[in-house]
């Protein structure tokens, strides 16, 4: 695998696991819980993940076959990209952003609904990954509705940096049940 994509593998594995441990952190009886008027519940976090994790899955999968099926070749360059979203701040829940429509979570989702939600759209972006080895990725851009038009790894880092954010507000999730 191109080192581009393993690291950014390596990336999304370990905010994965952060976010699980910040699910798994907040008791079953309350997953499904709104910690305030207005947020979503701890599986609706999950489910919003999942819905995110799986659009640009299919976003890669689709432009990484189109390239290849143009010529589009490997990757010339090594430099890591994990700082390249930095600017955009991501990874911080300094602002409160308003998800579109199309990727709101299914109200009333269960814990479980969500946890295999997320399960199979990792599954599918690791597909998509697979899938993309030897097309440069950085010559492929889609607009993102925040952050403006970006390469499609970015599309890969931000599914890491949008899972850490969630992660914070799971674990915010977690305190604001915990004190009722």
Do not use: C
């Amino acid at each position: 695998m191109h080192q581009r994509l393993t690291e950014i593998v390596h990336y999304l594995n370990e905010t994965r696991s952060a976010l699980f441990d910040a699910f798994a952190a907040i008791p079953e009886s309350q997953r499904e819980e709104r910690p305030a008027d207005g947020s979503w519940t701890p599986a609706e976090v999950i489910d919003h993940l999942a819905i995110v994790e799986g659009g640009i899955a299919r976003l890669v999968a689709k432009r990484a076959a189109s390239a290849a099926a143009k010529g589009i070749g490997a990757d010339p360059e090594t430099t890591s990209l994990l700082t390249s979203l930095d600017r955009f701040g991501v990874a911080r829940p300094t602002r409160k952003l308003d998800a579109p429509e199309m990727v709101r979570p299914r109200a009333g989702v269960s814990a479980a609904a969500a946890t295999d939600a997320i399960r199979r759209s990792r599954q599918t972006l690791q597909e998509a990954i697979q899938s993309a080895e030897g097309v440069d990725l950085s010559q492929l851009k889609a607009q993102h509705a925040s952050l403006g038009e970006i390469d499609l790894y970015q599309w890969l880092l931000f599914v890491a940096q949008h899972e850490s954010r969630h992660t914070l507000q799971l674990n915010a999730a977690r305190l604001a049940l915990a004190g009722r």
